[in-house]
């Protein structure tokens, strides 16, 4: 029977296969010289059984056939002089493996501690019945301020000092403009967050930049009630700080009304005032609200059958205090030497 | 709004100590950014704790104790106090702090034994006559901790964050009228010293009236609805009373004279900004409020000359302005020490030009900050009233004639219907017909009778937020208390929206990046752009930072650049974001892509391997294909020669272009490595309006389409079997060419293709590489025989040869 290049190939690999396996056992020296000389040995070596097979093939397999026969061959060479390296240099003789001697690693991945915080208030609103929804970050003047009933020449227009593209539009300043999208795109019922980047001209500090994270969220349908914003945020609030006590005090944003802030119990001082808090024993955690009737009636939903809340918050600023990040800024420098620390 | 606690007191009586008020007006009406006690002279006086006290010994009268100041050691501190105690804490002042009144104390030795500071008494501390002894603290506080926070004393400047729906909490009677709601109390102006004189009624006018002596007309209705004021003869002006001094100093204003500051003093007790005028230094004399001139000039009291236009209001006098209104007034008619008569303004004037004029001259005052948010215009003749009265006790002088009040459009106070099923509804909670009326009326509302659930609420005027029945529904919640409503999680119906293909496909390319031991980076999308192919910005916060990033590695090339400055050699980072593209016209065409940058060692290096490769092109290809196959899956993707040199690859996904593999030349020092970067479209985000304002466009609320699926294969119960060929591939023939030649001509049994080796070098002609590959046939439903893959493998050369020219290598 003749030859198959196939066939002589696939025993070769097993005879390799076979030869590194001995390889891995041999514990000395002597036990090493004996597999290099059964192996690749000049004589006795049974590397050289395959290469007298070599006039046995085709004319057209030969060439193939001896690139693989080399590969092997240094393939084999090479493992036995490692083995030979690794076991003279732990002499005594028959030394085994040192496992306390650090694995071989893999480069770990990380999230974004920005995003870390975002998945996580993703997954417990999921488990609240929200889906996600998106929207862009150039946006139409009247999705960022007129559909969200903001008065034109009014002191709330202050608190979004907005970034202007040249040829019209604007960058968002919040991610409200997907409440006025999504409501024009789906009937109620509708339960929504929608995470995404925000800019504001604001230079760089401790606690500003001028691009952030922030997550908003919606829900809209009959009866839906101040008691549902609070029950609901309050709900996030012990999941995703632990157990803590919530304050819901009044606030302005032109889209909501009434307009409320939910703080939570200081995490640093329990309560009792620190420097984190400004001694007030309170962190202020999100903004939120009834939404406004005027931005329901914008994006064509009926106000008188249907109620609406909202509330928005800023997982960059959640980051700094859940990892005891001290500075914004350093989320934006992308070193990697901070964003290692988050590969867990 | 900086509110004094002391000018609060004096308005409605409490019993709160300033932090509690500070969480009652946080939790009723807006935040309190701050507590500010004014004894700041006290300020570097802390508690101290006396841990021990022996007799001096050679004194009768003295102590020699141990002091714990909170410095992490024990100072010693002699101390002639009759009542000091062991584990008592006290007012105390460590060497090198100055006392009120001026004494700096020392480190010294008192009869042989040193002192490091001071237990103080309450007449050391400017607190009193008492020297009795040193001044026990009943505190919690621990040794170290600001006497002030211990023991409050001095008045304490409440900083309040009044969100700008809110102008009426911008004085201290508009505070001081909360706190009334919620104690039961009344809030009343208090009587001030020597106030008394009798102020004649107003005489009222459309456009013009006089002021005594002083012609006033008003020109511009639109922008001052309502122009009222008073002539006083005779006044002194000098330094103010110091209670005056007192209360402007608490709220963080500069006392500059009588005059000035009883203005200054209505402005923080009423909210109403008011203006006083040297009447000598007005033209006619007469005032006049009308639109500025083209061009017009004036210099404002900061002594800044500003140039108006037409759209602004001013106070002016027979002959120029004098004043922009509700802004700032002019040097001109400045109040001195020379003036004697005053002409005191005290108007309405409308919001959005104020802000309009303040944006356009950069000027920004308490005024301004008031009329703009809207002061109370039914309220001006009770503040010029007490204006008067305040200015004639502090200056001295009489009015002479009557006030002008010319208000040609009287407001009607607004009134708004309330449904009580309704506040229920929204609110989750009834709240009861005659708590609604209980709740409104101590801040201002008139309640009519509640008939089928309604009731007419006549608005205050002092609070132009209101407007309508939701803003009563938000009155009365935070009037009842916001956490006094239930935090009960009740049933919902589940939404309509599926989740945004944008943020699944996100989430999962995400996933992948991590996995392969990428980091995720955030940058800012700003670059110095530059030309028309950036998306520019209209008001850019730096010149550096103008344009919009039109690609992720604009910018994760920079960070990239970041980590190798700190020395991190091998970096290995990603990117998530949007990128914008101009358009002729309107918005940027916007994408969300991702975009990786690997450079360094590809694996951590290992102690037991004897070389450590770095990051090379099959890295970025194999980074490339292991993301685009998270967005189009395997069969859908294509790594393909790039169309130009600028990169190695195009990533192609559903046959379309999405993406490129390049070398990036990065800012980078001599010691670091290749750089490579991968960017790759996930989808286009459209900005095209959904529909019209105020109209919708219902999609089918449909759940996605489910996703595609690929098919399984069963596992194979018939052995496969291999050739492996080596051919002579022309340098200029791509590999990619010869393989899809391969695969075409070896047919269905062709079960994989894997390349083994290319060599170049001895007994390869020029111009020309070994390629090897190994294909491995299988029959699902047999085992081959050798002389089928002989003949597939020789059908197969011969076609390469056919169609690439391509031979088998034979050395
Ligand atoms: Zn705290």
Redesign the pocket.
């Known amino acids: 029977m003749s030859t198959t290049l196939a066939d002589l190939v696939a025993q070769l690999d097993a005879f390799r296969d076979a030869t590194l396996a001995q390889l891995a056992v041999a514990d000395s020296l002597d036990a090493l010289e004996a597999v290099r000389a059964s192996s690749v040995g000049r004589t006795r070596g049974a590397l050289n059984d395959y290469k007298a097979q070599l006039p046995k093939l085709a004319g057209a397999d030969k060439p193939t056939f001896g690139a693989r026969f080399n590969a092997v061959k240094v393939e084999l060479e090479a493992a036995i002089d490692a083995r030979h390296a690794a076991l003279s240099a732990s002499a005594p003789a028959a030394a085994a493996l040192d496992l306390s001697m650090p694995a071989r690693r893999q480069w770990r991945g990380a999230k974004h501690p920005v995003t870390i915080v975002l998945e996580e208030i993703e997954g417990i609103f999921r488990d609240l019945g929200f889906t996600i929804a998106t929207g862009p970050e150039a946006e139409h003047e009247w999705y960022n301020f007129g559909a969200l009933n903001f008065p034109p020449d009014h002191p709330a227009m202050d608190m979004h000092d907005t970034l202007y593209l040249e040829r019209g539009g604007l960058l968002r300043t919040h991610t409200s403009p997907v409440q006025i999208r999504t409501l024009q795109s789906y009937p109620p019922p509708i339960r929504i967050i929608a995470p995404g980047n925000v800019f504001r001209r604001d230079f760089f500090d401790a606690s500003h930049a001028p691009m952030f994270a922030q997550i908003e969220g919606m829900a809209v349908d009959e009866g839906i009630s101040f008691v549902d914003l609070k029950a609901t945020l309050a709900n996030f609030a012990n999941r995703f700080f632990g157990e803590t006590k919530t304050r819901f005090r009044p606030s302005f944003f032109p889209f909501t009304e009434p307009s409320a802030e939910m703080d939570v119990a200081?995490r640093?001082?329990n309560?009792?005032?620190?420097?984190?808090?400004k001694?007030?024993?309170w962190?202020e955690i999100l903004g939120c609200g009834m939404m406004h009737p005027a931005v329901l009636e914008s994006a064509g939903v009926d106000s008188q059958k249907y109620s609406g809340w909202a509330f928005g918050m800023g997982p960059a600023r959640m980051a700094l205090q859940r990892f005891g990040i001290p500075d914004i800024r350093i989320q934006y420098d992308s070193d990697i030497a901070f964003l290692e620390q988050f590969a867990q | 709004m900086n509110a004094s606690y002391e000018w609060l007191k004096a308005i409605v009586p409490f019993d709160y100590t300033p932090e509690q008020l500070r969480d009652l007006i946080t939790a009723r009406c807006c935040p309190v950014d701050e507590l500010v006690r004014l004894r700041a002279d006290l300020a570097s006086v802390v508690v101290g704790q006396v841990v021990e006290a022996g007799a001096h010994p050679d004194s009768d009268h003295l102590w020699v104790t141990k002091v714990d100041a909170g410095k992490g050691e024990l100072l010693d501190v002699v101390c002639g106090a009759p009542n000091v105690k062991v584990g008592a804490k006290y007012p105390f002042a460590a060497a090198g702090t100055t006392l009120p009144g001026g004494l700096k104390l020392e480190k010294r030795k008192i009869r042989g034994a040193t002192s490091n500071g001071m237990l103080c008494s309450a007449r050391e501390l400017g607190l009193g006559e008492e020297h009795d002894g040193i001044l026990e603290l009943n505190t919690n506080l621990p040794p170290g901790a600001p006497f002030l926070d211990a023991m409050p004393v001095g008045d304490t400047r409440i900083v309040v964050d009044v969100t700008p729906n809110r102008p009426d909490l911008l004085s201290h009677v508009g505070i001081a009228r909360e706190i009334a709601a919620a104690t039961g109390g009344t809030a009343a102006l208090p009587t001030l010293d020597g106030a008394t004189a009798k102020v004649p009624a107003a005489a009222r006018g459309d456009r013009e009236g006089s002021a005594g002596p002083v012609r006033v007309t008003l020109e511009d209705p639109e922008g001052c609805p309502r122009l009222t004021g008073v002539f006083i003869r005779g006044v002194k002006v000098g330094p103010s009373p110091a209670w005056l001094v007192e209360r402007l100093v608490a709220v963080g204003s500069r006392s500059i004279n009588n005059v000035v500051d009883a203005t200054n003093y209505m402005l923080h007790e009423v909210g109403q900004p008011m203006h006083a005028y040297d009447a000598k230094l007005l033209a006619g004399p007469a005032i006049v409020a009308r639109r500025a001139r083209a061009g017009e000039t004036l210099r404002t009291l900061d002594g800044v000359n500003r140039t108006l236009d037409p759209s602004m209001t001013v106070i002016a006098d027979a002959e120029r302005a004098q004043g922009v209104a509700g802004v700032m007034g002019g040097s001109t008619s400045e109040v001195s020490d020379a003036t004697t008569d005053i002409f005191l303004e005290v108007a309405y004037f409308d919001p959005s030009s104020i802000r309009r004029t303040r944006r356009a001259l950069q000027l920004s005052t308490d005024a301004s900050y008031r009329f703009e948010r809207g002061v109370d215009i039914e309220g001006i003749p009770r503040a010029l009233e007490r204006a008067a009265q305040l200015l004639i006790a502090v200056a001295g002088g009489s009015i002479e004639g009557a006030p002008i009040d010319l208000y040609p459009v009287p407001r009607h106070a607004l009134s708004i219907t309330i449904d009580s099923a309704r506040v229920a509804k929204l609110l989750g909670e009834p709240v009861a017909e005659p708590d609604i009326a209980t709740l409104l009326a101590p801040v201002g509302f008139a309640v009519g009778a509640f008939a089928n659930a309604r009731a007419s609420v006549t608005v205050p005027t002092w609070r132009p937020d209101v407007t309508q029945s939701v803003d009563l529904v938000e009155e009365i919640a935070r009037l009842r208390g916001y956490d006094s409503f239930s935090n009960e999680l009740r049933p919902f119906r589940r939404g309509t929206v599926p989740n945004s293909p944008l943020a699944v496909l996100t989430k999962r390319v995400r996933e992948r990046c991590v996995s392969a031991g990428l980091l995720e980076a955030l940058s800012m999308p700003f670059v110095r752009g530059g030309d028309d192919s950036h998306v520019k910005l209209a008001n850019p916060m730096a010149e550096d930072e103008g344009y919009l990033r039109r690609d992720l590695l604009e910018t994760l090339a920079k960070r990239a650049e970041h980590n190798l400055a700190q020395r991190h050699r091998d970096v290995r980072l990603f990117e998530i974001g949007s990128v914008f593209a101009p358009t002729p016209a309107g918005l940027p065409r916007e994408e969300m892509r991702v975009a990786a940058i690997v450079l360094g060692h590809r694996h951590p290096p290992h102690w037991s391997d004897t070389s450590a490769p770095d990051f090379d092109e099959w890295d970025a290809k194999g980074l490339a294909e292991l993301i685009a196959t998270a967005i189009g899956g395997a069969a859908q993707t294509e790594l393909r020669a790039a169309p130009d040199s600028s990169a190695l690859w195009e990533v192609a996904i559903y046959g379309e272009a999405r993406g490129v593999v390049r070398r990036l030349a990065l800012d980078a020092p001599v010691w670091a490595p290749a750089a490579f970067g991968v960017e790759i479209t996930l989808v286009h985000v459209s900005s095209a309006p959904v529909a019209p304002p105020g109209q919708s466009k219902l999609e089918h609320p449909d759940l996605g389409a489910p996703t595609s699926h690929f098919n399984f294969k069963p596992f194979p119960s018939t052995p496969s079997t291999f050739v492996d060929v080596a051919l002579l591939v022309p340098n200029d023939l791509a590999v990619s060419r010869v393989e899809s030649v391969i695969r075409e001509a070896s047919g269905e049994l062709l079960e994989s293709l894997s390349l083994l080796s290319e060599y170049r070098g001895a007994g390869i002609a020029e111009g020309f590489r070994s390629v090897a590959w190994r294909l491995t046939f299988r029959h699902p439903e047999r085992t081959l025989r050798d002389k089928e893959v002989a003949g597939r493998r020789d059908k197969l050369l011969r076609t390469l040869e056919g169609e690439l020219g391509v031979r088998q290598r034979t050395t």
């Open positions: 200081c640093i001082c309560g009792a005032g620190c420097a984190t808090c001694q007030t024993g962190v």
